[in-house]
């Protein structure tokens, strides 16, 4: 007798739902739509604009309706996100002491980057 795992079913990116019809931006889903699948039944191309990235509907014409059925498809992540491992202020808060700085003999710190005695730079 042999056991196997249940492949995983991969979760459909098809959506739908009803969205209020509101004056100012709405924002359909939290991951990004595929740009061109957005469809609102009974409701014209030109009515409205998509930011697909975002995914964030603005109404052009509003139509007489409270709410609206919409059908799209997302990616499946947001394309638009912002991943990091850490964020730098976590980081730079957490040290313990100050990092070394050197101090030439004779005890005097110089400020310049490179030291060329007196010879004038710039630049």
Do not use: C
Not at 68 to 86: C, G, P
Not at 89 to 105: A, C, H, M, R, T
């Amino acid at each position: 007798m042999t056991l196997q795992a249940q492949k995983p079913v991969p979760a459909s990116t098809l959506r739908s739902r009803f969205i209020p019809v509101t004056k100012s931006d709405f924002p359909v889903d939290s991951l990004s739509i595929v740009p061109g699948s957005l469809y609102i039944s009974g409701i014209s191309d030109s009515a409205f604009t998509l930011d697909p990235v975002n995914a964030i509907l603005h109404w052009i014409h509003p139509p007489p309706l409270d709410s609206v059925k919409v059908i799209y498809r997302v990616f499946r992540v947001r394309l638009n996100a912002i991943t990091a491992h850490m964020r730098f202020d976590s980081v730079s808060n957490n040290f313990l002491g100050k990092p070394y700085q050197y101090v030439p003999p004779g005890g005097e710190k110089n400020d310049r980057f490179f030291n060329f005695g007196n010879l004038t730079y710039n630049g």
